[in-house]
């Protein structure tokens, strides 16, 4: 069995109206956003299944993937990156942990869209 995403490439250009992904990258970015929506809950939709959450969790959830895959997308150099910090002429660049980036397990995500994920209830390390 295959895995497959959260979202649809028609999910995301009809009902999120989404434009940022280009439609030929749209299938690979979207189970990529996916792959990390299930990490940082601790596979929960996995074990449970998304057809068994709430209307409320699956809507969340597609609208965190949504976004996640265009953060990745928009960002795909410096998320890829193995530096954090770095300085040319001056001028210094941060990605990691700051005021407005979660980072965990390796995936970072706008701590807005992290939050939103949060009030699925499957985040919480100690949840069931």
């Known amino acids: 069995m295959s895995y497959k995403s959260y979202v649809t490439p028609e ?11 280009p ?7 979207l189970k990529q956003a996916s792959r990390h929506i299930d990490s ?8 449970r299944g998304f057809s068994r959450l709430t209307k ?3 809507e969340l959830i597609r ?16 998320v890829n990156s193995i530096l954090s910090s770095y300085s040319i002429n001056g001028v210094s660049a941060q990605f990691g942990s700051s005021w407005n980036i979660f980072m965990d397990k390796g995936i970072a995500m706008k701590r807005d869209v992290y939050t939103m994920l949060c009030q699925t209830g499957l985040c919480c390390r ?3």
Do not use: S
Request: proline share 0%; charged share 30%; hydrophobic share 35%.
């Open 126 to 128: 100690l949840a069931r």
């Open 23 to 29: 439609e030929e990258e749209l299938a690979k970015a």
């Open 11 to 21: 999910y995301y250009l009809d009902q999120y109206e989404g434009g940022i992904v």
């Open 63 to 78: 609208e965190v993937v949504c976004m996640q895959a265009e953060f990745e997308y928009e960002n795909a150099d410096e």
């Open 40 to 47: 940082l809950t601790y596979n929960r939709i996995v074990g």
């Open 56 to 58: 409320y969790q699956q």
